[in-house]
């Protein structure tokens, strides 16, 4: 049964993983076409839906658990688009809850086999997409500013206080609202690389390498404690700023 205790907005992105042929982005002769939704062939509650977007917004359903919760912050799925247009590998990226995971990602299954091929230098390919799904509380909800809020709080335990088990918890909640921040990823990497947690800095290096490529040109030429000490020194820049 759905609800409008939860304000919600979606946006699909297409992003920068390719799956097999991701070597193959780095030539500039190499032509690459993302998969596409059938969106003016989808109907949905007798109405068609004009993009993945509007098809998650009319699919998602809410139990009354998600909407007693209140929740808040952007789901993020990625998944794979196989040459058949049918959709395989699905990845939670980040987490609203466990409850939403499987309910964007139950909508998702139902439109495999509806969308377009994506394609390299014209022939089918599998490629990765990722769509992104903002839960509000409440219209007036501001994710932004609250995301902020809290990576200045853990800024303050990280480079005052020196204290990065509990800045950890504030950069893992300013992501939870605001992922797809530079500033919030590199802040929470750095964490994670004081904690000795390699997973997830890594994790979270290879995720601003692909997002921000503009930021990253010169990291193949870079050792790994190189590009920390580059953040740390961005951060504390940052820091000093406010």
Known sequence: MKTNAISILAAAISVFTFGQVQAQLLLEETKIIPPAFLDRKIVVEGETCASINEYLIKGVEYTPRTSRNHLAGTEVIRFEVSTRGELTSFQVINSISPEIDAEVIRVLRTTSGKWIPGSIDGKPFAITREVSMVFKPSPTYDLVENARAFQDKGNKLMFVKNNPRRALSYYDRAAKLH????????????????????????????????????????????????????????????????
């Open 179 to 242: 992922p797809y921040e530079e500033c919030i990823l590199a802040a929470r990497c750095l964490c994670k690389y004081e904690l000795g947690d390699e997973k997830g800095y890594q994790e979270d290096l290879e995720r601003m390498m692909a997002l921000f490529p503009d930021s990253y040109t010169d990291a193949e030429s870079l050792t790994l404690e190189q590009m920390i000490a580059q953040l740390r020194k961005d951060a504390l820049q940052v820091q000093l700023s406010e």
